[in-house]
């Protein structure tokens, strides 16, 4: 899949998806919310995010937010070190570089085999936000 099939999809599959361009990425929100972006997608590389060599040509990177106990199947409980991984890799699943330990996974430029394994994981972080921006609407109306 290239990033405009990977934008497409996301922004059909899930009602009420809202997307921000800025720093570099495609940020997909739920509604309104600007708190925290469920998914992001990045295709350069910048000073503050150069660790996938995204400059070569095609490559972008999927990252989305995923629940601590999806993020520990597939990648263990024990703490993820992220030196281990190398994220120039494309099409693998892996624990995000900077932002693993909010359970935060990416993918460069997936196929559309890995990208079938990936809609559990956009639906699982689309839900979280649906679910975090309720609550948060929910105590600003009291």
């Known amino acids: 899949m290239d990033e405009a099939e990977v934008i497409d999809y996301i922004k059909k599959a899930f009602p009420e998806v809202e997307t921000l361009n800025e720093y570099g990425y495609e940020m997909f929100f739920y509604k309104s919310d600007r708190k925290l972006s469920f998914a992001t997608l990045i295709s350069s590389d910048y000073e503050y995010d150069n660790v996938s060599n995204l400059n070569r040509p095609g490559v972008f990177r999927l990252n989305i937010g995923i629940s601590k106990q999806t993020f520990q199947s ?53 839900d979280i936000a649906a679910r975090r921006y309720a609550s948060q609407n929910k105590n600003d109306e009291k």
Do not use: R, W
């Not at 990648?75 to 994220?87: A, I």
């Not at 892996?94 to 085999?113: G, N, R, T």
């Open 74 to 126: 597939l990648f263990g409980k024990d703490e993820v070190n992220v030196k281990d991984y190398d994220f120039t890799t494309l099409d693998v699943i892996m624990p995000h570089p900077e932002y693993a330990q909010y359970h935060f996974i990416c993918v460069l430029s997936p196929s559309d085999k890995t990208f079938e394994k990936i809609y559990s994981l956009l639906a699982e972080a689309y």
